[in-house]
């Protein structure tokens, strides 16, 4: 029999994906030598980093504030029409990271999603639909600043 989450239990695994993501991206800006994939990438650690820390004082302050943040809304679905992102390698070019990084973001929204509506009604559901928001605001950057580096003429 499964034992159902507590909120605290639920912070307590976003937390630990939030670091996973960080770590990924961490670990993936070590690897590329292309200095812009490297920066985005860093950034992209940040902005999960950023999530993180915002959870954790969730937990210690038991503030269930939203964050402040405007969030992009409509995504360009570029992301819906690209190939799965391949594992990075060194030689990974901006382009490939962007992808792979959409990827990342639209499975964090999911997960975010997901707890959403297995905290609906309490307290915490709103912090999940609001990190949600953001991750999939990520997305949606990336796929401006990817239809804006690949799509459009200059």
């Known amino acids: 029999m499964t034992q159902a989450l507590t909120i605290k239990d639920a912070l307590h695994i976003a937390i630990s994906e939030e670091i996973k993501a960080y770590n990924t991206y961490k670990k ?20 999960e980093k950023g999530h993180q820390d915002f959870l954790e004082a969730l937990i ?27 594992p990075l390698d060194t030689n990974a070019s ?18 975010y999603t997901d707890m959403q509506h297995q905290f609906g009604g309490t307290d915490v559901e709103q912090v999940f ?23 459009r003429e200059n």
Request: glycine share 4%; hydrophobic share 45%; net charge negative.
């Open 28 to 47: 993936i800006s070590e690897q590329v030598a292309n200095a812009s994939a490297k920066s985005l990438l860093l950034e992209l650690a940040a902005q």
């Open 60 to 86: 210690k302050q038991d503030n269930l504030s939203q964050l402040g943040e405007s969030i992009p809304q409509q995504s360009l679905g570029i992301a819906d029409f690209l190939a799965p992102a391949k």
């Open 94 to 111: 901006v382009q490939e990271v962007m992808v792979f990084a959409m990827g990342e973001e639209e499975k964090a929204a999911a997960f």
């Open 129 to 151: 639909k609001r990190l949600a928001e953001e991750e999939r605001g990520h997305k949606i950057k990336l796929e401006e600043e990817y239809e804006n580096a690949f799509y």
